[in-house]
Each structure stands twice: as structure tokens, then as C-alpha cells.
């Protein structure tokens, strides 16, 4: 079964430095997303991408935080100058058609631990 | 904007019996409702969802039920077994707002053997 597949797995980053959390979609996805989930805490929607644009953001997508489908394959998501409470798991996914809901299928995440 | 509101956020059932978790919204124009599993220090995985146009929808042990009038979603786990603990994620969303999803809580399972 196709699955999401993000890179790297662990992260570690001092605080102030840029930083590139990278995800491959499945295939043939149209919506790709990322969300965070801090430790112990809900998974948070951070920002909807379809058609090489930015559909939806939310409030914890600031100017340092920036997506960018550089290739057919590869949904980046870069935070510009990271700070403490940026430590979390990212997770990207992705869902296929846009004409309704579709399930979103979660990649098994990048833990980020801001120093 | 939408708020989901998850409960109980722990549930310790025997196993074998039935685990039931609710979930309540605050948009109505949501009209997807997906729930997710957990386990520990792994991605959330999509066990069941429920469109706004159906009632109920089971598969195998696991069903939802949706109540659109009063905002509020079910998940119901019967014959509970041991691999079944977990924390589970109830979510929503709108298409029209960008079809992100909004989490509850989540419920943290344990099935006791």
C-alpha cells in the first residue's frame, strides 16, 4: 500500500537556524498538508497546499514557516529560524481528490527538538 | 473557528467489552469526520471516518455514529482486544476550509487482558 514517506526522521537544530522538514506525498494526491502534535498533546493543523498554492493556514504559520513543492514528488516545509517551542513531531499528508473529503494519510513524522 | 472536544481523554476497559469515545463540534458546516489511532511514537493512522450525509457506518469491530443535529460523533469499539490500546484522534473538517482537520483531544485506550 502507497504510503506518505517524510525525511528525516529526527531533527535536531540549534535555536535560531533554518530548518527543512522534506515529505513525499503518495503519488497520485492532489492536498497535502502538514500538522504538528507537541508532546502529549492534539495533532494541530498547520497549513492545507493544493495546486501550488497555500489553500488554508493557521495561526501558528507565521512568516518563519514557508511550504514549497520544489519537484513533482517532494512537499518541503521550512521554518526560517526556529525557536524553542517549535519542538514537535511535523507530520505531512496528503489526501487525493478534491471534489470532497478525503482521507488524509499521515507519514510517520519528523521529530524536531530545538536546542 | 471549529473546535472539537473529545472525551474521555482515558479509558480503561476490560477486554472484550466495548469502548465507546465522543466527540462534539462546534461548526456545522463540517462534513467529514475521521478517526484516528495511535500508537505510541507512531504516525496517526485513519481507522474509520463518517460523511455528514450518513448516520452510522461500521467496519468489522469498529463503527461511528454522527448526530448532525446535535454536533456530536461516536466511536464504538466492541469485543475489545489487547493491540486495541492506543490513543485515539476524532477529527473534522470543512472542505471549504482547505479540508484541514481540526483534533480532538484524543483518548487514551488501554485494554486490559
Redesign the interface.
Known amino acids: 500500500e502507497p504510503e506518505v514517506t517524510q525525511t528525516p526522521s529526527h531533527q535536531v537544530t540549534q535555536m535560531g537556524q533554518e530548518v527543512i522538514l522534506r515529505c513525499v506525498p503518495i503519488s497520485n494526491h492532489l492536498y497535502f498538508y502538514w500538522y504538528r502534535q507537541i508532546l502529549g498533546q492534539k495533532v494541530e493543523f498547520l497549513v492545507s497546499f493544493y495546486n501550488n498554492e497555500i489553500s488554508e493556514k493557521s495561526e501558528i504559520f507565521d512568516d518563519q514557516f514557508s511550504v514549497e513543492r520544489p519537484d513533482g514528488s517532494n512537499f518541503t516545509l521550512k521554518i526560517r529560524s526556529t525557536k524553542l517551542e517549535d519542538s514537535a513531531m511535523y507530520f505531512c499528508a496528503s489526501s487525493d481528490s478534491g471534489f470532497s473529503n478525503q482521507p488524509q494519510h499521515f507519514g510517520d513524522g519528523t521529530r524536531l527538538s530545538i536546542l | 473557528g471549529e473546535n472539537v472536544e473529545q472525551h474521555p481523554s482515558t479509558l480503561s476497559v476490560q477486554e472484550g467489552d466495548s469502548a465507546v469515545i465522543k466527540c462534539t463540534y462546534s461548526d456545522s458546516a463540517s462534513?467529514?469526520f475521521?478517526w484516528?489511532k495511535q500508537e505510541l511514537g507512531?504516525?496517526?493512522?485513519?481507522i474509520i471516518?463518517i460523511?455528514s450525509n450518513v448516520g452510522e457506518k461500521k467496519d468489522q469491530r469498529i463503527a461511528v455514529t454522527l448526530n448532525k443535529t446535535a454536533k456530536h460523533f461516536s466511536l464504538h469499539i466492541t469485543e475489545t482486544q489487547p493491540e486495541d490500546s492506543a490513543v485515539y484522534?476524532c477529527?473534522a473538517?470543512i472542505?471549504a476550509?482547505?479540508?484541514?482537520?481540526?483534533?480532538?483531544?484524543?483518548t487514551r485506550v488501554l485494554v486490559k487482558p
Open positions: 462534513n467529514y475521521p484516528y507512531k504516525r496517526p493512522q485513519l471516518d460523511r484522534f477529527a473538517s472542505k476550509a482547505g479540508n484541514k482537520l481540526t483534533f480532538g483531544g484524543g
